[in-house]
């Protein structure tokens, strides 16, 4: 039996057939800084819920597997220290074991899945890191999005990354790539990027109708729509670039390795940004939150 515990608001939800959307925790243990991790957590789920759909987020603590958090788990989650980052490796052995983890998008898009929720807002996956020709460092993330049916709203892969290789990669495993309402990938933290969109839609309607016509047609993994950051919050790419580079001189210099790669760069960029990445962070993650809930209300009806 696996240890699944529901939150009120999703438990009632799953009773009525309401529109449930999945977060994940990892962005709030290892990608952001406390308060501001508890204080974006809050704002997304009531994002959710202003849309109409009802927000499970999605973690292990004490070996059971949440699906929603209680206000207060979410405050103890958001503080506490040393908390493991988990993927399809380790989800199992952590509730296994009793232990208390964050669910990266891999293992999100599991929990989800056992849950019957079939929509997941994220900031962005991981993916081929820079230098993955000699690191063979490459996101868990972009595996579980080809077997995993459910569809994860996205400002694209961190702009940390090697962005052309991490759709490569998504290309080869067969997992649909849409970019809404524009014609290029966006990059996290820009709009644009130079990748041209494989998929392009407009509109919430159409994503669910694609993500339905993949379920009937026994197609095995999911949707990555990938939602361009609002032109206000966004960072152009041109500031960020020497930004990046340092921030990955940096890890290098350091031995970072593994998975610490990525909440280290983005701790850096956030320092070195002054705060800016961090802003820009937030903002995609909430806009990606609606765009999501609109895709379950679709699905739902
Ligand atoms: N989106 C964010 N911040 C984050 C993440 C996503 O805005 O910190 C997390 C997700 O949990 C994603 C993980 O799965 O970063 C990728 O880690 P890695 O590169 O080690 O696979
Ligand atoms: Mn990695």
């Given at each position: 039996?696996?240890?699944?515990?529901?939150?009120?608001?999703?438990?009632?939800?799953?009773?009525?057939?309401?529109?449930?959307?999945?977060?994940?925790?990892?962005?709030?243990?290892?990608?952001?800084?406390?308060?501001?991790?508890?204080?974006?957590?809050?704002?997304v789920e009531a994002d959710i819920r202003a849309a109409g759909a009802v927000p499970a987020t999605i973690a292990v603590m004490g070996g059971k597997l949440h699906i929603g958090l209680e206000a207060d788990e979410?405050?103890?989650?958001?503080?506490?220290?040393?908390?493991?980052?988990?993927?399809?490796?380790?989800?199992?052995?952590c509730i296994a074991s009793g232990g208390t983890g964050a669910t990266t998008v891999a293992a999100t898009m599991i929990a989800a899945h056992l849950a019957d929720i079939h929509v997941f807002a994220t900031g962005g996956i991981g993916g081929v890191h820079r230098g993955a020709e000699t690191s063979f460092d490459i996101s868990a993330d972009l595996h579980e999005l080809a077997q995993t049916p459910v569809t994860v709203v996205a400002a694209g892969a961190k702009a940390i990354l090697d962005l052309p290789k991490t759709f490569e990669v998504l290309e080869t495993l067969g997992v649909p790539v849409i970019a809404f309402g524009q014609d290029s990938i966006p990059a996290f933290w820009s709009a644009q990027s130079d990748i041209p969109a494989p998929l392009r839609m407009d509109t919430a309607a159409e994503i669910a109708a694609a993500h339905k016509m993949r379920a009937a047609m026994g197609l095995s993994g999911g949707q990555l729509v990938t939602n361009p950051i609002p032109d206000a919050d966004a960072i152009p790419a041109e500031v960020l670039h020497p930004i990046i580079a340092r921030a990955l001189a940096e890890a290098e210099a350091q031995g970072v390795s593994a998975k610490a790669v990525t909440p280290f760069l983005l701790g850096r960029i956030f320092e070195l940004t002054e705060g800016r990445s961090l802003a820009a962070n937030i903002a995609l993650v909430r806009n990606n939150a609606r765009l999501a809930a609109q895709i379950a209300v679709a699905l739902a009806n």
């Open positions: 039996m696996i240890p699944l515990q529901y939150s009120a608001e999703v438990a009632a939800a799953r009773a009525s057939g309401a529109a449930v959307v999945a977060l994940e925790s990892t962005i709030i243990t290892h990608g952001m800084p406390f308060p501001q991790n508890v204080e974006t957590a809050r704002l979410l405050d103890a989650l958001g503080q506490a220290e040393g908390v493991a980052k988990l993927s399809r490796a380790d989800i199992a052995a």
